[in-house]
Every structure is written in C-alpha cells, then in structure tokens.
C-alpha cells in the first residue's frame, strides 16, 4: 500500500517552494560587473574615416557564425522504466525524494523522469499528474529567473526539458525563443569585446565591434547590455577625441568626434565632449592671441605670423583671427603704427626726438617724360617704383636746435667747422660766396641764426649721415637719409605732373620758392620766379610754417634742398624698383633732391636732381630723416 505524497512531509505548496530553489540561482556578470577590456585603439583605427555599414551579405555571414557557435542545446530525453503496477507508490515516493533533493530533470533517476515512468504505467495516475505539474511550474519558474539573470544557457535546458514534457506550450516556446536570443547576444558581446582587444573597434568593414553589436540590437532591439556596449565604444572614441584636443591635436579631436558619431548618432555625451573641445579650442586661441599680442608690441611679425597658422589650424571661425591677420599685416608695412600717424621716439637723455610721419606703401612712376619742359637727361628713363612697406618721415627738415642737440651730445665736429667755412647768400652781389666763418650755426647770410627753429643748413653729406646714425642709436630705431626715390615719391605725394602742385605756377601759397614778388632785405628780386607769387620770405624760413602735403609732411615743397642717401648716377638705368637707396662702395659724389628758398621754376620740379661732393657745405641745403618701420 503506497502512502500519500503528503505523509512525508511534503504538501505542493512546500515542494513548489523546494522546485524553485532548485538550480543553480547566482548571477552571472552583468554588463556592470564584467571585466572591462581595455581599449587599446591601432594606427589603422584612428586613421579610420568612413567607416560604411555591413553589407547584406557580411551581416548574413556574420549571422551563420552566430548560429555555429550558438546551437540549440542537445534535446532531453528522460530515461525511464516503465513502473510495475506493484511499485508504483514506491516509484512516487522516489519522484518526490528526487524533487526535495533538486533532481528534477536528471535523464536517470530525476523526479520528472520518474513521475512520466508511473504515468507509462498509469496513465490516470492523479498524483503523478500533480507532481508533473508542480515540477513543470518550477521549471517555468526556474527557467523565467535564469532568463533574468542572463544564464541564457541554463534557461535554454529548461526550455528543452519543458518541450518534452508539453512540447507545444506557447509560454515554453516564448522561454526558449528568449533564451537563444540572449545567447546569442552573449556570444556577439563576447565577439565585440575580443574585436575592440584587437584594435577593430569599427573597421575593417563587415568585421568590426560596431557591426557586431549592431548585429546583436538587430536580434534583440533595445537589449541594455548592447546599449552598454555600444555607449562605452562611443566613451573610448570621446575620450581619445578629448584627450587629442588636449594635445591640440585638433584635426584628431575632430576626427575621433566623427567616430563617435557613428557609433551613436548626436548622443547627450557627443554633445557634452564637442562642448567642452569648443571650450579647449577657445581657451588655447586666448593663450595664442595673447602670444602674438606680445609678439606684435615687440614688432615680431614672423612670430606673429607663426602664431596665425596656429589659430587658422584651430577653425575658420576662431574669433580675432581677422583681425590678427590686419594687424600683422600693418605690422609688416607700417610696424604696428597706421600711416600718417605722427609720432616720435625718445632719446637717452629723455628727450623726444625729431616728428616723424608714418607714409604709406604704395608706387609711383619716378623721374620725367621725355617731352616735359625743362627735362635733364639725368631724369629718366621713367620708370615704376612699388613700395612693399611704409617707412617714416621726418615731418619736416632737421631744426638748429636737434642737430645742436646732437653735437652737444655726441662731441662730433661738423665739416663746415673743421673746413672752415660754408658757402653762403651775399646780400651785396646778390649772389652765393664762400665766407670763412660761416658754421652749421649761421643763418643763409653767414651770420649766427636767430631762430633754433630754422632748419640746420651748411651741412655736408657727412653730417646728416652722422646725425642719423645717432638717432639710431639714441633710440634702438633705424634712423636713416631719405633715399631719391623715397624723396620724389614724398615730393610728388600722389601726382605724376611737372611741380607737385600741377604743371602751371602755383594756385597759392604752397611754401618757400622764388616768387616775383619777394624782396631781399636791400629789396633784390628774383630775376628768375614764379609770377605773382611771394611767400614772404628771402632765406630759409622756420620749419612747417607752409601747409603739410598729402602725406602731412612741410617743407617738401622749397625752403631747403636736401640731402638723400644715394650715390649719384647719371641716369635711372638699372636703378632699385623698390625704393631703397642705390649706393655703390666707395661713391665720391651723392644726391640732392627739392628745390630751395633760391631755385629757379626749373628747379623746382618734381623730377629735378643735382650731385654734388659729399663734403659740400651750403646756405641752401639741409636734410630731413627717414626711419624704417
């Protein structure tokens, strides 16, 4: 007589209770607990630009190896005896120890395999029936908390001892169809990860992690573990692409962003990432534009110019890009300065030095035509001049007083001091003699000037020349003669006619020139002048006391001849284009451009040049400085 399952000790709510403890309950890794791979990225992959999708035919091919490596598990089957109709409460009894004990599905000797034997036998057995239902309840149990722990392969032998058991039970089949899901997706994860060891983190093509993981959503869409994935693939690219902009390194930022992007499109992290490369770029264009503050005070262009193509390398639209490049250009022509500015630098002693006046790059045609009246054949060819940068220019001719500034300071003894004598206006004659005593001090007659404010006259070549090597040293600037074709360009100020005026006399005043209506002091008149005009003035006068030209420059226009760097030639033949002076070694004769407070209409224009010996003294000439920006 077999006893009731419940005489030893188990009711079906207890042994359900015992069913679904059975099995092995600890949880695998999850996408949080496994072990990270380190991401270690190959030359190739961060060369990687266009990255194309799998083809059809890859993915196809892909899915083939999933299905390799993932079969179905081996189909159970219970080994079982058929139970003698005397054994059949012992059979029971044996089914229920197995079932307390965990041995459910095991083929031989497990509780489902003993429960079908008595069912072979008897086919109505109530209490078989009971037992098969409570241990298929603890399987669906067993193998619904596997699939949510991820044992997918503990969840698919569930599947196929249930199919076994109710092969066409629509909830076994949702078990099973999960379970071969998630091992699939756990092989792929495994696949991604061993790709991303090797340095495929999304190419080459069709084998890659991307490919693999998009493969895995393809099969279970939305799956955490894959989105995990494919969030720490986008992580690897986004700190590459930072740690690049670090290095500013930005065409790589740029590049590792791109990768991103193709892992995830337009994630909040892509956003957060390419934020703050915004940031770094702006940050280190600060640090670049204050560099080439500091390289433009110091009149470094080319360091400046360095510092551009950084800032270009950082993005079109970096701000103060525009305006750095205007500044180093006017760096370049004007040094730093804007052209008619006027300005002065400071001597040692404190002092300022003499007006100068930045002048503009620019080009003009130098010398006369051949039917312009009055014409010396020293004048031409005509020929074109281009100024690639600007240069100053002393705002008027060299006063008494900064070139007694000069003497004084330096020691220098003047040639008409150590010659003796200066060539000077003898009212008397009306003509121009030799006087012993006359000095760079005296005025236009020989006798002591009156005024500090008159420009220095009876200087050689020699003296101008020493007077701006002082300059140049006084200041740190380089301080120099006009050169000829810097003078004419001055002079002509942006006209190509016979006087810098036009062709015809004077519309008005412009400055100190022969006119027929000045006097001499014993009322002498020019024999040869302009016609109605008269400017006051029989001698040199202060400096600036006509109007400024268009360059802002007095005196260009009469009062004194001066002195210019070059040595004479006696034609424009070969001469420099660029407006530098032409000097040849050991030159015995230098230039005199403009015309004076005694030249003659002819003299006066613009095109007019004579020679004379560098240690030539006169009452007529002077010079003014020019300095290199």
Request: glycine residues 8%; hydrophobic residues 40%; negative net charge.
């Amino acid at each position: 007589m077999r006893k009731p399952l419940s005489k030893i000790g188990f009711s079906s709510t207890v042994l359900l209770a015992l069913l679904t403890a059975c099995g092995d309950a600890e949880p695998p890794p999850t996408a949080a607990t496994e072990p990270s791979t380190s991401i270690v990225p190959s030359p190739a992959q961060a060369e990687s630009e266009d990255v194309a999708p799998a083809t059809e035919a890859e993915s196809a091919a892909l899915r083939e190896r999933v299905a390799e490596a993932v079969a179905p598990p081996r189909e159970w089957t219970a080994e079982r005896t058929r139970a003698d109709a005397g054994h059949i409460a012992q059979t029971l009894e044996r089914a229920a120890l197995a079932a307390a004990e965990g041995r459910i599905e095991q083929a031989n000797e497990g509780a489902l395999a003993l429960y079908l034997s008595v069912l072979d036998t008897e086919p109505g057995n109530a209490e078989a029936r009971q037992g098969i239902d409570l241990l298929i309840a603890s399987l669906r149990q067993r193998a619904g908390l596997a699939l949510m722990q991820g044992r997918f392969d503990d969840a698919a032998h569930l599947a196929e001892v249930l199919e076994a058991v109710v092969p066409d039970d629509a909830v076994v089949a949702d078990i099973r169809r999960k379970a071969q899901t998630g091992r699939e997706v756990d092989h792929l994860l495994a696949e991604g990860r061993r790709l991303i060891g090797a340095g495929q983190q999304i190419s080459p093509r069709g084998n890659n992690a991307l490919n693999v993981y998009r493969e895995a959503l393809r099969i279970d869409p939305g799956n955490a573990r894959v989105e995990a994935a494919l969030s720490e693939l986008e992580r690897h690219f986004l700190d590459a692409a930072l740690n690049a902009a670090q290095a500013r390194d930005w065409d790589d930022a740029d590049r590792r962003l791109r990768q991103a992007s193709r892992v995830l499109a337009a994630s909040p992290a892509q956003q957060n990432t390419a934020a703050r490369i915004v940031e770094l770029r702006h940050e280190h264009a600060a640090r670049l534009l204050q560099q080439a503050d500091t390289a433009l005070l110091q009149r470094d262009a080319d360091a400046a110019e360095r510092v551009l193509e950084q800032l270009e390398a950082l993005g079109a639209q970096t701000e103060g890009i525009d305006p750095l490049r205007s500044r180093i250009e006017n760096v370049r022509l004007y040094g730093g300065r804007q052209p008619g500015q006027v300005f002065s630098d400071r001597l040692s002693s404190g002092e300022p030095g003499p007006d100068m006046v930045v002048i503009p790059a620019g080009g003009f045609r130098m010398g006369s035509p051949r039917d312009e009246s009055g014409r010396q054949g020293n004048e031409g060819p005509l020929h074109s001049v281009r100024f690639e940068r600007g240069f100053a220019a002393g705002r008027s001719e060299v006063t008494l007083a900064q070139f007694r500034a000069f003497v004084r300071a330096s020691g220098y003894r003047p040639t008409s001091r150590s010659r003796r004598g200066s060539t000077v206006y003898d009212e008397n004659s009306g003509s121009m003699v030799e006087r012993g005593t006359a000095t760079w001090e005296s005025d236009y007659t020989g006798k002591r000037a009156d005024s500090d404010a008159l420009p220095v006259i009876h200087i050689a070549w020699h003296d101008a020349h020493a007077y701006a090597q002082w300059l140049a040293s006084e200041t740190g600037q380089g301080y120099r003669l006009l050169s000829e074709t810097e003078f004419e360009y001055l002079l002509r100020a942006g006209s190509q006619t016979r006087y810098p005026w036009g062709d015809g006399e004077p519309p008005h005043v412009l400055g100190n020139l022969t006119g027929d209506g000045d006097r001499s002091p014993s009322q002498r008149h020019w024999a040869n002048a302009f016609k109605s005009y008269s400017d006051g003035h029989w001698g040199p006068a202060p400096v600036a006391t006509f109007e400024a030209n268009a360059f802002g420059l007095h005196d260009l226009v009469g009062n004194v001849s001066e002195w210019v760097d070059d040595c004479w030639h006696d034609s424009y033949q070969r001469a420099p284009t660029d407006g530098s002076a032409w000097i040849n070694p050991g030159c015995k004769q230098r230039v005199i451009r403009g015309a004076s407070w005694a030249s003659s209409p002819e003299e006066v224009r613009s095109a007019y040049r004579i020679r004379a010996n560098p240690d030539t003294t006169n009452a007529r000439v002077g010079f003014r400085v020019a300095r290199t920006l």
